[in-house]
């Protein structure tokens, strides 16, 4: 069993940062991509930023140069950093991993969840 969990979001001013922290635990081989996708209110879920295990990146065009996406392999643990937030970036943020487990079979598993709310 694969578990996500996620932590760091919460309640910001436009213009200000939030770090969010995802940590993988279970038994399993290795973790290819790790990512952050969003869901705001109404909206279909989104890809926010990806990143290998070999450290290339992907972000949706509306992130570019403000969120930064970074991965402690160690730790099995992703990182999103989050500057110059803005009002349409509220959103529940989720956290997702592609792992391989010991039988070299893939598997996509997300985390529960954690609300970024940006207040104008």
């Known amino acids: 069993q694969v578990q996500l969990v996620e932590s760091g979001g919460g309640l910001v001013q436009t213009g200000g940062s939030l770090r969010l922290s995802c940590a993988a635990s279970g038994f399993f081989f290795s973790i290819n991509v790790m990512g952050w996708y969003r869901q705001a209110p109404g909206k279909q879920r989104e890809l926010v930023a990806a990143i290998t295990s070999g450290g290339i990146t992907n972000y949706a065009d509306s992130v570019k140069g403000r969120f930064t996406i970074s991965r402690d392999n160690a730790k099995n643990t992703v990182y999103l950093q989050m500057n110059s937030l803005k009002p349409e970036d509220t959103a529940v943020y989720y956290c997702?991993?592609?792992?391989?487990?010991?039988?070299?079979?893939?598997?996509?598993?997300w985390g529960q969840g954690t609300q970024v709310t940006v207040s104008s």
């Open positions: 997702n991993a592609e792992v391989v487990t010991g039988t070299f079979r893939a598997y996509d598993y």
